[in-house]
């Protein structure tokens, strides 16, 4: 009988576990505003939790979340903001009383179950928050975290081969990266002085049908990469 119990309650903590997750500093492919950064997602058995940091670069700054802010899964299907801490929602606004200052702000939407991939898109007038394509992979994160550590170090060429084998992976990998990781090949090659293999990379870019696609086209635009 003990046993039978034993086994009952280790499936229930299985059963949880699996419906949970936390993932610290999750890695994601475009962002607004550039001072925000992704803190901590969980996903809870009743809810999904995003949590954002936010930090002042001019004086006399603010910010609010608009109520018409969502979770938008990998298939397309979006859930709004259901709770907030942290800052106000709009038309109320948190003034920041000076550069440098950070507000972290805790995002509550419904139960989505633990997504291999996910976005957070707020709808606003100007100014408005987003994070396109995040991460949820452990493995892939550590990974990304690795090759954007060398890239920092000057050792790009360890780093170009870890974006490739990413990318070269990213059809089975179900991430909303991959013109993040595109981009960056691009970008590599392009400040390498090898302008073939960057319009190589640009233009497998351009009938990827990477998620988000138009966005990072126009990311590498503002940059001044186009072919």
Same mark, same amino acid.
């Given at each position: 009988m003990m046993k039978q119990i034993l086994i009952v309650v280790a499936l229930a903590l299985l059963t949880v576990t699996a419906a949970s997750q936390t993932i610290?500093?999750?890695?994601?492919?475009?962002? =607004?505003?550039? =001072? #925000?950064?992704?803190?901590?997602?969980? @996903?809870?058995?009743? =809810?999904?939790?995003?949590?954002?940091?936010?930090? =002042?670069? !001019? %004086?006399? #700054?603010?910010?609010?979340? %608009?109520?018409?802010?969502? !979770?938008?899964? &990998? %298939?397309?299907?979006?859930?709004?903001?259901?709770g907030l801490k942290g800052l106000p929602y709009c038309p #109320?606004?948190?003034? @920041?009383?000076? &550069?440098?200052?950070?507000?972290?702000?805790?995002?509550? @939407? &419904?139960?989505?179950?633990?997504? &291999?991939? @996910?976005?957070? !898109?707020?709808?606003?007038?100007e100014g408005c928050l987003s994070f396109r394509g995040v991460v949820t992979d452990s493995d892939l994160n550590r990974k990304l975290d690795e090759a954007y550590a060398l890239v920092d170090k000057g050792e790009e060429a360890a780093a170009y081969s870890i974006f490739e084998q990413l990318l070269t992976e990213s059809d089975s990998l179900?991430?909303? !990266?991959?013109? #993040?990781l595109f981009s960056t090949l691009v970008t590599l090659d392009r400040n390498s002085g090898r302008a073939v293999a960057a319009r190589r990379w640009y233009e497998m870019m351009l009938t990827s049908g990477a998620p988000d696609l138009d966005l990072y086209l126009e990311s590498l635009r503002v940059q001044g990469v186009e072919f």
């Open positions: 610290l500093n999750p890695n994601y492919g475009l962002k =607004s505003p550039r =001072s #925000a950064e992704l803190v901590r997602v969980n @996903f809870n058995t009743g =809810s999904t939790e995003v949590q954002v940091s936010i930090t =002042s670069e !001019i %004086d006399n #700054a603010w910010f609010c979340i %608009d109520r018409n802010t969502y !979770i938008v899964r &990998p %298939d397309g299907t979006r859930l709004r903001l259901t #109320a606004t948190h003034r @920041f009383s000076k &550069p440098g200052e950070k507000v972290t702000v805790t995002m509550t @939407f &419904p139960h989505t179950g633990v997504l &291999p991939w @996910f976005s957070i !898109i707020e709808e606003c007038g179900n991430i909303g !990266i991959e013109g #993040a």
